[in-house]
């Protein structure tokens, strides 16, 4: 599983502040990462996972497991998760590009393949030297 330094990461939604304090709550007491970030691979916009992306920039980490995917491809499909709100993989796409951000939760990935859960570790995530591929 690949780790790439997080400032190369583009969020395209904004988050909500009590969702990722539960988030990071969870994921400093467990030392897991029940999934990897689902990636954009040609942008490195992040298609799923912001709250975590975000918790595991709070918790200082430097490297951030990933699952890159060919977004324009059959195998993920995107709906919004508000009213009144259409979203694209176009948009999603310019919205992470740009940095205008859609609200908490806007957004709705379904990715067929399956995502293995990441055990959070000293030489893996926290440490810039060693261990898996790094991007």
Do not use: W
């Amino acid at each position: 599983m690949p780790l790439i330094p997080a400032g190369q990461l583009r969020p395209h939604e904004r988050i909500e502040r009590m969702r990722l304090r539960k988030v990071r709550a969870d994921i400093e007491a467990r030392g897991v990462l029940d999934y990897p970030l689902l990636v954009y691979e040609e942008t490195r916009v992040i298609l799923d996972g912001h709250h975590r992306f975000r918790a595991l920039q709070l918790m200082g980490c430097p490297l951030i497991p990933v699952q890159f995917i060919r977004y324009e491809g059959k195998a993920v499909q995107v709906s919004s998760q508000r009213p009144g709100v259409r979203v694209s993989k176009a948009r999603v796409r310019e919205r992470g590009l740009t940095g205008r951000l859609f609200p908490p939760k806007t957004t709705k990935h379904a990715y067929k393949k399956r995502r293995k859960p990441f055990k959070l570790n000293e030489s893996s995530v926290l440490a810039l030297e060693g261990g898996p591929t790094i991007y």
